[in-house]
């Protein structure tokens, strides 16, 4: 399946200059109260790094006192636990289908915070009759007193999945790294999301970054284009550099910045966190996880122009 659009994308390949690092910033504890900040972790491809990001992400705001829930978004191919080494007797299936309340199938991870393992068969929930739909949200509604930050991890691509997650978060982080495909992908997301759904605000954060400021050019390639045709904003909040630590920690069934905080990886992943942890929340209604949860389940469908 192949999405039509017009505008000419070969800027997006050309080839990246050198550029300098990034400055190191400090990471520091922001206390919080009021309304759950809800992130959509996101890009146009597999293989950029989602769930890496999203987990890390979730080990340092957590490491620094932030009550953190990772819901696994990819709930045709769950992998959150998978990458954590968990292994989930109930996921969110089993909650749709009432055999289980959503406090009885959270997790809680070895780093501090809690999980929301999904399964395959429930990218259906937009079909949930009024009482499921009740369910869900009083389900989702009762954490919002014990909870900072939701962050979800999504599938790859445009699927009907992933837009749900995204207009229905506060914020959409989209993971690029330096792969042709990737970028072009990301512009088609960000084109979907912004013409059918709404979005105009997205951040974008480079992964597996190879040189210092790789990634502050590749967001200014995509910025270029967004600028041209969309009328979004685009906002850089940091590049993860490529790093064998993050490799290693992933065969162990860790987060890199648990694993091996030291590492360049993880403390780039710090700075993320530190920047996450000032984005602003916006007030009720959208502020708050009911409404995340109503919007969610309660979508219109999806408006795209394809060809088979």
């Given at each position: 399946m ?11 390949h050309m080839?990246l ?17 009021g ?6 972790v ?15 992400l979730?080990t ?12 696994d978004?990819?709930?045709g191919l769950?992998?959150v636990d ?11 299936a ?12 959270i ?12 399964a395959?068969?429930v ?7 009024p009482?499921e ?5 009083q ?39 330096d792969e042709?495909?990737s ?8 084109k979907?999301?912004s013409r059918?759904h709404?979005?105009?605000?997205f ?5 597996m ?15 270029r ?15 993860i550099?490529?790093?064998?630590y ?53 979508r ?8 088979q």
């Amino acid at each position: 399946m192949k999405i039509y659009y017009e505008e000419d994308l070969e800027e997006l390949h050309m080839p990246l200059p050198e550029s300098q690092s990034l400055q190191t910033v400090g990471l520091k504890r922001i206390s919080s109260a009021g309304p759950v900040q809800v992130i959509a972790v996101t890009g146009g491809k597999g293989g950029v790094g989602k769930t890496s990001v999203s987990v890390n992400l979730a080990t340092a705001l957590a490491r620094v006192g932030r009550r953190v829930m990772l819901l696994d978004g990819d709930l045709g191919l769950a992998n959150v636990d998978v990458f954590l080494g968990l292994t989930p007797r109930h996921t969110l299936a089993h909650v749709l289908s009432g055999e289980r309340t959503l406090e009885e199938i959270i997790v809680e991870t070895p780093q501090g915070f809690h999980i929301v393992p999904a399964a395959s068969g429930v990218a259906n929930m937009a079909n949930m009759g009024p009482a499921e739909h009740l369910n869900i949200v009083q389900a989702f509604s009762s954490l919002a007193g014990r909870l900072d930050v939701l962050i979800v991890d999504t599938a790859a691509g445009i699927a009907d999945g992933v837009l749900q997650f995204s207009q229905a978060a506060q914020h959409v982080l989209i993971v690029v790294c330096d792969e042709p495909a990737s970028m072009t992908d990301a512009y088609a997301l960000i084109k979907v999301l912004s013409r059918n759904h709404g979005v105009r605000r997205f951040q974008v954060v480079a992964n597996m970054t190879r040189t210092p400021g790789e990634g502050a050019m590749l967001f200014q390639k995509l910025e270029r284009v967004t600028s041209r045709f969309l009328d979004v904003v685009l906002e850089f909040v940091g590049e993860i550099p490529e790093d064998g630590y993050v490799r290693k920690a992933i065969r162990e069934q860790r987060p890199v910045t648990d694993a091996y905080p030291a590492s360049p990886a993880a403390v780039a992943f710090k700075k993320l966190a530190l920047k996450a942890d000032k984005w602003p929340v916006p007030s009720a209604p959208r502020g708050n996880l009911e409404f995340f949860v109503e919007r969610l389940v309660r979508r219109p469908a999806a408006r795209l122009e394809v060809v088979q």
